[in-house]
Nanobody, 120 residues
């Protein structure tokens, strides 16, 4: 079993910054893609940023230039630095990972989510 634990959410004013962290633990041989998704109230869950095991990144158009995803393969961590936050960034942010288990099968996991609220 694998657990993803997010941290770093909170309340921030427009224009402010937050850094979210996600720690993966459990029966992990390696991790392929890692990503951050978000879901605003009444909205569908959407992809925010993705990073491959090799470090290739991609971003939603709405956050490009403001958010930066990174990872530490040695510690199975993924981060997202969020700058110039806007009201519309308010959402629950979820960590997502494609994990290769000890038996070399591939599994997909979600974290429990962390709330980010942008408000003045």
């Amino acid at each position: 079993q694998v657990q993803l634990l997010e941290s770093g959410g909170g309340l921030v004013q427009p224009g402010g910054s937050l850094r979210l962290s996600c720690a993966a633990s459990g029966s992990i041989a390696s991790i392929n893609a890692m990503a951050w998704y978000r879901q605003g109230a009444g909205l569908k869950r959407e992809s925010v940023a993705v990073i491959t095991s090799g470090g290739t990144t991609s971003y939603a158009a709405s956050v490009k230039g403001r958010f930066t995803i990174s990872r530490d393969n040695a510690t199975n961590m993924v981060y997202v630095q969020m700058n110039s936050l806007k009201f519309e960034d308010t959402a629950v942010y979820y960590c997502y990972a494609v994990v290769v288990g000890i038996g070399r099968n591939e599994y997909r996991y979600w974290g429990q989510g962390t709330q980010v609220t942008v408000s003045s």
